[in-house]
């Protein structure tokens, strides 16, 4: 499986982009796919995830109601809406693929996308 994200770049604090990950090399309805950062200097964290089907969503809470995970089966490819930017969510950012069930933890995640670097300014 080949994960790639795009979409980071430079924003002002309260300002919006929308990453993207496109999945290739097995069928993308039956898996999870997670949304996870990591900033300078510190471990990196859950952000956001989806299940294969799309029905069921799962946000850390400093995201929750900013943030929107959602995912297009038909082009194998996963978006994270970041609304209401903060300097805070200044971070590398990295979609990861896993079957079954949506966990938090990143090392059950068995494929990793580059990463793709967000910066907010205040």
């Known amino acids: 499986v080949q994960l790639q994200a795009s979409g980071g770049g430079l924003v002002q604090a309260g300002g919006s982009l929308r990453l993207s990950c496109a999945a290739s090399g097995r069928t993308f309805s039956d898996l999870v796919l997670a949304w996870f950062r990591q900033a300078p200097g510190k471990e990196r964290e859950f952000v956001a995830a989806i299940s294969g089907s799309g029905r069921s969503t799962y946000y850390t809470d400093s995201v929750k109601g900013r943030f929107t995970i959602s995912r297009d089966n038909a082009k194998n490819t996963v978006y994270l809406q970041m609304n209401s930017l903060k300097p805070e969510d200044t971070a590398d950012y990295y979609c990861?693929?896993?079957?079954?069930?949506?966990?938090?933890?990143?090392?059950?995640?068995?494929?990793w996308g580059q990463g793709t670097l967000v910066t907010v300014s205040s």
């Open positions: 990861a693929i896993r079957n079954f069930t949506i966990v938090r933890f990143s090392y059950a995640y068995d494929y």
